[in-house]
C-alpha cells in the first residue's frame, strides 16, 4: 500500500498546492481494522522511495503521516527551513513517539515553520536513535544483529531482550548479518552479558570466529606499533585510524571489533619516504610503479602487502580523508597540527575522520556508524565543537548527511564489495568546489591510469587527454583495472 501511496502523494502536491493537503490531512480519520506499527511503515517508504523519482522528504514525510493516520498512530508532519548566508534549504519529517521515524533533522539547523497533526517532545538528537527493542517490529535477521551489536543498552532494554523467546529468534541470519558486517564481537559480548539464551550451535560458531579474530586483532596491534616506530624513528608524525587502538578506546578490549587491515594517516609530503620504509619493512604494493606525485594528484590512500609465513599483514597509509590533498588543504593543515604532531587523535577529529570513512562506504558499513555513534554518546563530545571544526573544514554536508545516516538506522548490508566512485562525493562538496572538482576527476591524472598507460615523466602532461578516454573504458568494462582513480 505504501508505493500507490507514495505516487498519490506526488501527484497530488504537485498538481494541488499544500494548503489544500493540511486540510485533508485534518479530516483523516483512522480505521480500527488498519493498525501499523510506525517504524515498519516508516522503513517500507523509505526504501521504496528508492525506486519511485522525485521522491522528496516532503512526499515521503506526507505519504508517512497519511499512513500512521489511518492506523490511529499520532504523528507530527514537520516542515523546517534554514538560510545560512546565501543558502536557503527546506526539509520535512515526520516525528511519533518522542522521536524522529521518517527523515532527518539536525536540531541546531532547522526552523520549524509549519507542524500538522499531535506536538510530540522530541528530546534526543537524531544521532541517538536506535531501532524499536521488540523483535516484532526489528523483523530481520539484519535490524536484530544491529540492536545486539550494540554497546550501549539501557536497563529497559536490557531486561526486555532478556526476556525474548529466544527459539523464535532468526538465529541463522543475525549469525550471518554479523559476520559480514563484523559486528559478532559485540554481539558475543551482548549474548554472554544480558542473559539472552542463544542456541548452543551459536554460542559455538560465535566463539570460534571470536577466538580467531582476538588474535588476528592482537598481532595487527603488535605490527602497527612496530610500524609507527619506524615511521617515527624517521621524523615522520603518524597516527593509526580505526583498529585496535579505536577499539580499546571506545569499547576497552581490541577484542570487540573486528579490522581487517591496518591504517595509518600521514602528512602528503611524507609519502614518498613512507612508501620506501614500507618496502624495506617487506610491504609490497599493486601501486609501487605509480610515481608518489601522481598519487598524490588524484588519490587519498595507497594499500600495501606483507607475508610472513601464513600470516598476510594488509595496510592501508591515508594522507587525505575523502577527495584529495588539494581540496583538502585546510582541512589537512589542521589536522597535522591538532593530531599527526601531537601522535593522537582528539575526539572531533575522530568523528570526522569516521565520518568520512563511512561517506567513502555509502554509508553501508555499520560497524563504522555503530563506531561514531559511540562516539557521539561519550559525555566528552562536544558536537557543537565537532560542527565549528567541520565548518572549519567545508564538511558541513558530510555531517547532515551523517546524520541522516544515523537516523536511519539500522542500515542495510553492502549490496556490492566494489569500491564507490569518486563522483558519488560530489554532493559532500561545498557547492563553489563542485565544478573544480569535477574538473580535477575528468582532467587530473590517477594512479589507474599510470596502470593502464605506463609513461615516462616528461610525457605525464599527456595523462590529461588521455584521463577522459580511461574513465569511458572503465565505465565499459569495469572490472577490468583496479578503482583507484
Known sequence: MAYPLLWVVRIGLRRSSFAHFRGLFARVSPLPWFPLPPLPVCWAIEL???????????????????????????????????????????????ESGGRIVLGWLPLERFQVIDAVGQAVPL????????????????????????????YRWTETERLLAASWDADALPWVDILS???????????????????IRAPKPVLEALEEIFARNALAQRLQHEESERLLRLLRAEGIPCVTFKGPDLARHLYGSEQLRCS?????????????????????????????PVPT????????????????????????????????????????AAFRDEVLLAGRWTLDWLYLGLAASAARDRWRNPKLLLDVQEIALLPAFDRARTRALAARCGWERLLDRLDHALASSPWPLPRSSRRPGRFSFLALLPSRHRFRFALRLLTA???????????????HALYSLLRPLRLLSSVRNRNALPNTG
Open 177 to 195: 548479518y554479523s559476520r559480514q558486517s563484523g559486528l559478532f564481537p559485540m554481539l558475543r559480548r551482548n549474548l554472554r552479558h544480558c542473559g
Open 48 to 94: 521504496l522511495s528508492r525506486r519511485l523519482p522525485w521522491s522528496s522528504c516532503l512526499v515521503q514525510a506526507a505519504a508517512g503521516h497519511l499512513l500512521l493516520a489511518l492506523s490511529g498512530t499520532p504523528s507530527r508532519f514537520v516542515i523546517g527551513v534554514r538560510q545560512q548566508g546565501a543558502e536557503f534549504r527546506a526539509h520535512a519529517w515526520l
Open 445 to 459: 591524472p590517477s594512479a589507474a591510469d599510470y596502470l593502464w598507460l605506463p609513461l615516462p615523466r616528461p610525457l
Open 293 to 332: 606525485e601522481i598519487l598524490l594528484e588524484n588519490d587519498t590512500e595507497c594499500g600495501f602487502l606483507r607475508k610472513q609465513g601464513c600470516l598476510a599483514y594488509h595496510l592501508e597509509i591515508h594522507w587525505a580523508f575523502l577527495w584529495n590533498a588539494s581540496l583538502e588543504k585546510d582541512a589537512l
Open 123 to 150: 528530546e534526543e538528537p537524531a544521532f541517538a536513535r536506535v531501532p524499536a527493542a521488540e523483535p516484532s517490529t526489528l523483523g530481520s535477521g539484519e535490524r536484530l544483529g544491529y540492536f545486539l551489536a550494540r
Open 260 to 288: 581487517s587491515d591496518i591504517d595509518l594517516f600521514i602528512p602528503l609530503e611524507s609519502l614518498s619516504r613512507a612508501r620506501a620504509i614500507c618496502r624495506e619493512s617487506g610491504y609490497r604494493s599493486p601501486l609501487e
